[in-house]
């Protein structure tokens, strides 16, 4: 499986990239400000096409070269988090410095992506192959945003320079967790749809849910796992007390 990530993006949000080595079809997750440099390169190198996009949630930093990115090819986001995609910059904090960062970036005006759809239902209550050969599970992890989601897989990443992690020789269980979950550390709930008592609730069910060796990709930072999480994230301590 190829599983690559690049995180210069505004407020260096990761992006990340799986194919099936075979199948050579693209899946793009998460297309912050300043990804649209990078992406179509990634592609083209390893000879992949884009299958569709992915978006965790809606926040502007993870969802803002989406229409760029994508083109004609499938936008995939939970469905609470539709409304942000009229203008997800509106949605956050005022920042003065914040359209001098994007401009560096490469901004360009917030555009909504042609075929923008909802989380597939199957995708909800089990695996899905949402592109040829990737088949993963959503697993809903409100708290950051409403419609926060986790997405969970399997796979053994073929070794890449740019790849996301070392290959094990076997297949991980790998999360994809947005703003859900970091090395160290939780998604914020004080912005606009945030709220403390479901990202709580969220933290506690992950908990119960996720293996101890599931690898952690998180939407800022580097991966760690759930064992890792579980023993040091005093965040997470937090919320199951």
């Known amino acids: 499986m190829i ?25 793009v997750v998460d297309t912050g400000a300043g990804s649209h ?8 190198s390893r000879g ?7 978006l965790t949630h809606g926040h502007a930093d993870h969802v803002w070269d989406v229409a760029t990115v994508a083109g004609d090819a499938p936008v995939y986001l939970p469905a609470p988090d539709m409304y942000r995609m009229e203008n997800p910059i509106g949605m956050a904090p005022a920042d003065p410095t914040r359209d001098l960062v994007l401009s560096r970036l ?20 089990g695996p899905f192959e949402i592109v040829a050969g990737i088949t993963m599970r959503a697993v809903p992890a409100p708290g950051h945003t409403e419609g926060s989601t986790i997405f969970l897989l399997e796979g053994d990443p073929t070794p890449d320079r740019e790849g996301a992690m070392m290959s094990t020789g076997r297949a991980e269980q790998i999360m994809l967790a ?10 914020r709930t004080d912005l606009p749809g945030g709220d403390e008592e479901k990202m709580a609730a969220t933290l506690r069910l992950l908990v119960q849910i ?3 060796e599931t690898y952690v990709f998180p939407g800022h930072g580097p991966h760690t796992t759930m064992f890792h999480e579980v023993r040091h994230n005093a965040f997470l301590h937090h919320a199951m007390s």
Do not use: C
């Open 48 to 54: 992949l096409t884009l299958g569709a996009v992915l």
């Open 106 to 125: 490469g901004f360009q005006p917030w555009s909504k992506p042609h075929d923008l759809r909802e989380l597939p239902a199957e995708m909800l209550s």
């Open 178 to 187: 947005g703003d859900v979950l970091f090395n160290n550390g939780v998604g």
């Open 37 to 44: 440099a990078w992406i179509p390169e990634a592609l083209e």
């Open 210 to 212: 996720i293996k101890p």
């Open 3 to 27: 599983f690559l990530r690049n995180s210069q993006t505004y407020l260096e949000a990761n992006t990340y990239i799986l194919a099936d080595d075979d199948a050579k079809e693209a899946l």
